[in-house]
C-alpha cells in the first residue's frame, strides 16, 4: 500500500479539489468606518436547486488511530462542504480529483496550518473529517436539501492508502 506523502496546504495545491479558506494572501479591504478587515468571498457555497439551502453546522470530531489505512473515501455531488476549524489547530485532508470513482494513485494528502480551512467543492472526493488532535471542533458549511448527498467508494484492497502523521 501507497503512504501518502503530506503536502503543506496552499490555495495553489488544492485548487483542483475546492478553496482554503484563509487570511494569508487573500483579498481584503476595510469596512466599518476602517474598523475591521473583510477577508472578501474566500469560497462560494455551491448547491444543486434553488430549494435547497446552505447550512451552518459545528462537528466535533475524534482523532482517528494513526498510521490510518485509507479504504474510503466520499463526494457530495449536490454541493460543497466546508470545514473551518474552530480551536486553532493544525488538521489533515484527504482528497481525489472529480470522477465517477476515486483514483487510488491520483489521491493526494495535506496538512492545514491551524489558520486555514478548506471547501471542497461539489463532487471532490474526500476522506472524512481527520484531525490531528485528540478532539476538534469546526464550523462546517455544506448543503441540506433533499436525495442522497453522501457517495462513499471503497478500495480494494491493493488500492488502499496509508497516512501516516506521525512519522
Ligand atoms: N457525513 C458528514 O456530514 N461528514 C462528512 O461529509 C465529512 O466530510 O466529514
Ligand atoms: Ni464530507
Redesign the pocket.
Known amino acids: 500500500m501507497r503512504t501518502l506523502t503530506i503536502e503543506p496546504l496552499t490555495k495553489e495545491a488544492f485548487a483542483p479539489f475546492g478553496d482554503v479558506i484563509e487570511t494569508d494572501g487573500s483579498d481584503h479591504f476595510m469596512i466599518n468606518n476602517g474598523s475591521t478587515m473583510r477577508f472578501h468571498k474566500l469560497a462560494t457555497v455551491q448547491t444543486a436547486t434553488p430549494e435547497d439551502n446552505a447550512i451552518i453546522s459545528i462537528?466535533r470530531a475524534d482523532a482517528q488511530d494513526m498510521p490510518l489505512t485509507v479504504s474510503m473515501l466520499?463526494r457530495?455531488p449536490l454541493g460543497s462542504?466546508a470545514f473551518i476549524p474552530l480551536l486553532g489547530n493544525p488538521f489533515l485532508i484527504v482528497v481525489a480529483p472529480l470522477g465517477d470513482e476515486p483514483v487510488s494513485g491520483l489521491v493526494r494528502a495535506f496538512v492545514t496550518n491551524g489558520r486555514q480551512g478548506i471547501n471542497y467543492h461539489r463532487g471532490v472526493w474526500?476522506h472524512?473529517?481527520l484531525t490531528i488532535e485528540k478532539r476538534d471542533d469546526f464550523l462546517?458549511v455544506?448543503r441540506s436539501g433533499t436525495g442522497n448527498n453522501?457517495d462513499e467508494h471503497f478500495f480494494k484492497e491493493d488500492e488502499r492508502l496509508i497516512l501516516a502523521p506521525h512519522q
Open positions: 462537528f466520499e457530495h462542504q474526500h472524512p473529517v462546517v455544506d453522501c
